[in-house]
């Protein structure tokens, strides 16, 4: 167990809607990164947030948006959803910058299918 | 355009053995390589890492080893066991901080023969 929690672990929709997938840190960590993964592909980074503020984009689609809230935790909100959309999504946190930590720490993902 | 390739889909290997898992990178900015490994239904899950600053690094079972010069880096598990039968992603990052922005490999599904 990371210590990162998200929900719901399975997802399925039809198209041109939107839902909100919901992502909790581990304690004391201020990033949270979100990723996509589609079929035999690898991890695409999509956003990252630290502390509130965004970070740093990656391929990110523009009807995709994220937030981090004070508390800290994050939401993936994807709307007018395709069918190429369906994938695996994870979130993923790491420490306070500088503050040593090797690496991120992955949730276990939720699955997204669009029907 | 995929920065860090693993070329081998799929891997078996007998246990006891040696497995050794590739990975090539094409941005000469990046700078810390990570493994990970992942079960499924499970978020992938940390195994070892490198800076650029070293050619080898060990942790127990696992080493890892990176050629600059050839923008390659591979992992060694040593002795192979069961357990280690999982998908392994190569990431990279060239953050100043080596633990954002990864750009992960399309991974190797390791399978350990009993």
């Known amino acids: 167990d990371s210590g990162v929690t998200q929900t719901p672990k399975h997802l399925i929709t039809a198209t041109g809607q939107r839902v909100t997938l919901r992502c909790s840190p581990r304690?004391?960590?201020?990033?949270v990164y979100w990723y996509q993964q589609s079929l035999d592909q690898g991890l695409q980074f999509l956003i990252q947030?630290?502390?509130?503020?965004?970070?740093a984009k990656g391929n990110i689609l523009e009807r995709f948006s994220a937030q981090q809230f004070p508390d800290l935790h994050s939401e993936l909100n994807l709307s007018s959803l395709e069918l190429g959309d369906s994938a695996l999504y994870f979130c993923a946190s790491s420490p306070p910058l500088g503050e040593g930590g090797e690496t991120q720490y992955f949730g276990p993902g939720t699955r997204l299918l669009v029907l | 355009d995929q920065q860090v390739k693993q070329n081998s889909p799929s891997l078996r290997v007998q246990e006891g053995r040696i497995s050794i898992l590739n990975c090539d990178y094409t941005n000469s900015m990046f700078d810390y390589f990570l493994w990970y490994k992942k079960y499924p239904a499970e978020g992938p899950t940390f195994l070892i890492s490198i800076s650029s600053i070293k050619d080898k690094n060990e942790d127990g079972r696992f080493t890892v080893f990176l050629n600059k010069s050839a923008k390659h880096l591979s992992l060694h598990i040593v002795p192979s066991q069961p357990g280690d039968s999982a998908v392994y992603f190569c990431a990279a990052s060239d953050s100043n901080f080596g633990n954002e922005k990864l750009t992960f490999g399309t991974g190797t599904r390791l399978t350990i023969i009993p």
């Open positions: 304690s004391g960590d201020l990033s």
């Open positions: 947030y630290y502390n509130g503020e965004e970070r």
